[in-house]
């Protein structure tokens, strides 16, 4: 028996010896102990950050460079998987899944909170931005703070604000004064605030989501929409309308949210790394939104596809007289101390 048992680790030594030259690995026992590689990823944190618009839009890019700044500033100790155009979740499926935990971080336009969390609708009130100069102010003043607070009670945690910039008018006829939306079949993100805007106007808004635009548009099931430049100029909307007015009535903004649980169970210096890398892609992303639709401005007017009209002042007046029952019947649900806030702005310029 011992002979035999000799024997047989003699073969067994001789079959692990040709396989390692037959694969031209090292199969040493020292090799099949501990591996600190796979230990490692073992560890990484999974962020799976879902978004609807496409990558090469403001939003798009900033979400890119967020993913390689917290991969550089945990030395790949959390991976930030980025799922765009929607792949993953809609508009609609994006928010509940990310309160279960099924994602971590979603961007949304923040139009899509305020049918459930009313104090959201300060931002959607027509010409509540009167200009870049507002923007900043609430993003990174008092009125963001008051409405990241809201998101506290559904495991939600308000990280940052994110532009993409001013809306304009597109249609296919010319749309210059408040009654020339007259029945105007119009495409909205849905939204109880952007509904009652339009019918105010006369309109007849149509809701639905970011991805079905450029086919409604084409199909003729609406009649114009309003976006921002970028928007327009990437996704091509000019192929499918034949007049823009630029109106700057109202602001596309979006709002980075993370899972609050997941947020509370991250290390401290992991969170610390991830603050200052969406910092860094927020800066990145503000700044690039204004250059982006300046520039894809002028694209659009070289392209010549679209009459593009350029709102006068006393056009922005009317339209701000014909939109005034919009704060009218919002603020009560807004609430007055987000509305002191707003008059404070206006009064402050």
């Given at each position: 028996?011992?002979?035999?048992?000799?024997?047989?680790?003699?073969?067994?030594?001789?079959?692990?010896?040709?396989?390692?030259?037959?694969?031209?690995?090292?199969?040493?026992?020292?090799?099949?102990?501990?591996?600190?590689?796979?230990?490692?990823?073992?560890?990484?944190?999974?962020?799976?950050?879902?978004?609807?618009?496409?990558?090469?839009?403001?939003?798009?890019?900033?979400?890119?460079?967020?993913?390689?700044?917290?991969?550089?500033?945990?030395?790949?100790?959390?991976?930030?998987?980025?799922?765009?155009n929607g792949i993953l979740h809609s508009?609609?499926?994006?928010?509940?899944?990310?309160?279960?935990?099924?994602?971590?971080?979603?961007?949304?336009?923040?139009?899509?909170?305020?049918?459930?969390?009313?104090?959201?609708?300060?931002?959607?009130?027509?010409?509540?931005?009167r200009d870049q100069q507002d923007v900043?102010?609430?993003?990174?003043?008092?009125?963001?703070?008051?409405?990241?607070?809201?998101?506290?009670?559904?495991?939600?945690?308000?990280?940052?604000?994110?532009?993409?910039?001013?809306?304009?008018?597109?249609?296919?006829?010319?749309?210059?004064?408040?009654?020339?939306?007259?029945?105007?079949?119009?495409?909205?993100?849905?939204?109880?605030?952007?509904?009652?805007?339009?019918?105010?106007?006369?309109?007849?808004?149509?809701?639905?989501?970011?991805?079905?635009?450029?086919?409604?548009?084409?199909?003729?099931?609406?009649?114009?929409?309003?976006?921002?430049?970028?928007?327009?100029?990437?996704?091509?909307?000019?192929?499918?309308?034949?007049?823009?007015?630029?109106?700057?009535?109202?602001?596309?903004?979006?709002?980075?949210?993370?899972?609050?649980?997941?947020?509370?169970?991250?290390?401290?210096?992991?969170?610390?790394?991830?603050?200052?890398?969406?910092?860094?892609?927020?800066?990145?992303?503000?700044?690039?939104?204004?250059?982006?639709?300046?520039?894809?401005?002028?694209?659009?007017?070289?392209?010549?596809?679209?009459?593009?009209?350029?709102?006068?002042?006393?056009?922005?007046?009317?339209?701000?007289?014909?939109?005034?029952?919009?704060?009218?019947?919002?603020?009560?649900?807004?609430?007055?101390?987000?509305?002191?806030?707003?008059?404070?702005?206006?009064?402050?310029?």
């Open positions: 028996m011992k002979s035999f048992a000799s024997i047989a680790l003699f073969v067994l030594l001789g079959l692990v010896s040709a396989l390692a030259i037959g694969f031209g690995q090292d199969l040493s026992f020292a090799k099949w102990g501990y591996d600190e590689e796979q230990e490692h990823l073992s560890e990484r944190i999974i962020i799976k950050f879902s978004h609807v618009v496409a990558e090469n839009t403001p939003k798009g890019l900033a979400v890119n460079r967020f993913a390689q700044l917290v991969k550089e500033k945990t030395n790949d100790r959390v991976e930030v998987q980025v799922f765009p508009e609609k499926t994006e928010i509940p899944a990310l309160v279960n935990g099924e994602i971590q971080m979603i961007a949304p336009a923040y139009s899509y909170l305020s049918d459930t969390i009313p104090q959201w609708a300060v931002l959607e009130l027509p010409y509540v931005f900043e102010r609430v993003f990174y003043g008092d009125i963001g703070k008051m409405l990241f607070a809201t998101l506290d009670q559904s495991n939600m945690k308000g990280m940052a604000f994110w532009a993409n910039g001013f809306k304009q008018i597109t249609s296919n006829r010319p749309i210059i004064m408040p009654e020339d939306f007259k029945g105007q079949r119009i495409r909205i993100i849905p939204s109880k605030v952007l509904d009652e805007q339009f019918r105010t106007l006369r309109a007849l808004p149509v809701g639905s989501y970011f991805n079905d635009l450029y086919r409604m548009l084409e199909s003729g099931e609406v009649d114009g929409e309003e976006n921002t430049i970028s928007n327009v100029y990437t996704k091509r909307l000019y192929q499918v309308q034949s007049h823009m007015t630029v109106s700057n009535h109202n602001y596309l903004g979006y709002v980075v949210i993370m899972n609050q649980t997941f947020w509370n169970q991250l290390p401290a210096d992991i969170q610390k790394a991830i603050e200052e890398a969406l910092a860094e892609a927020t800066k990145f992303n503000n700044e690039l939104a204004v250059s982006m639709n300046q520039s894809q401005f002028e694209k659009l007017k070289e392209l010549g596809t679209m009459q593009i009209h350029e709102q006068t002042e006393e056009q922005r007046e009317a339209w701000r007289k014909a939109l005034q029952p919009v704060y009218d019947k919002f603020a009560p649900s807004i609430g007055q101390a987000l509305m002191e806030k707003i008059k404070e702005l206006h009064q402050g310029q």
